[in-house]
């Protein structure tokens, strides 16, 4: 079975630094997809970026980054230039089968506060 | 708007009370699912619809009845719920085959329901 592990409940971060979210998983599967979303206040998940366990390079989204490292089961989410509208919960997930799998587990969350 | 939408998006119901969830999308997915997000817990898979048909129920309750009459349109139908239901369900569709980027998952804002 998968499992998503994050291991921060809360973070604060000052406005316009960089913030590292942390995300560890475990699967037996040998391809698999991983995923962060973003959940503000309203509820809704938004899609932030995906890395497949194949990828040969970090996926980046703009002010996101993923610092993937598959020996040690870890997919990071790294924001860039924090603002204020990235206070919210995110969502470190995961499905089986990479592109192909449709279940996706997640992990507990984190809550990130942007200080101005 | 995320191209998935559910409604409504505040409900409050007695424990005796029937009601249902409707979830809708327009994107071409051919995958529904529901899931439920308690406070302090990780989202919880509830049911999955491949093509219309049901091809996960993570033991859930028999007091949760979904319902998928087409590709775009997933209900949720509750009957005699517990206060411990209270949560926010969270409807998402995909396209099979294709997590990656516009066809990954895509969720709605969420029903947030109460039981009194």
């Known amino acids: 079975a998968q499992k998503i592990t994050q291991t921060q409940p809360g973070m604060f971060v000052q406005e316009k630094e960089a913030v590292t979210l942390d995300c560890t998983y475990d699967t037996s599967d040998p391809s698999y997809g991983l995923f962060w979303y973003k959940q503000p206040s309203s509820g809704e998940m938004i899609f932030l970026i995906y890395?497949?366990?194949?990828?040969?390079q970090n996926a980046t989204e703009g002010r996101y980054s993923l610092n993937f490292q598959k020996a040690r089961k870890s997919a990071n989410l790294v924001i860039s230039a924090s603002q204020l509208g990235d206070s919210a919960m995110y969502f470190c997930a995961m499905t089986p089968s990479g592109e192909y799998g449709n279940k996706l587990v997640f992990g507990a969350g984190t809550i990130l506060r942007v200080k101005s | 708007e995320t191209g998935v939408t559910q409604t409504p998006r505040h409900l409050v119901m007695g424990m005796t009370n029937k009601k249902s969830l409707k979830c809708e999308q327009h994107?071409?997915?051919?995958?529904m699912y529901w899931y439920k997000q308690s406070a302090k817990k990780p989202l919880e898979l509830m049911f999955v619809?491949?093509?219309?048909?049901?091809?996960e129920n993570n033991s859930v309750p028999s007091r949760f009845s979904p319902e998928c009459p087409n590709s775009s349109h997933l209900f949720l139908h509750l009957h005699t719920l517990q206060p411990e239901d209270s949560a926010l369900y969270l409807c998402?569709?995909?396209?099979?085959?294709?997590?990656?980027?516009?066809?990954?998952?895509?969720f709605g804002s969420g029903t947030r329901l109460t039981v009194v």
């Open positions: 619809y491949n093509f219309k048909e049901q091809t």
């Open positions: 998402a569709s995909s396209l099979l085959g294709r997590l990656r980027g516009d066809y990954g998952y895509t």
């Open positions: 890395q497949g366990s194949y990828d040969q």
């Open positions: 994107l071409g997915h051919n995958a």
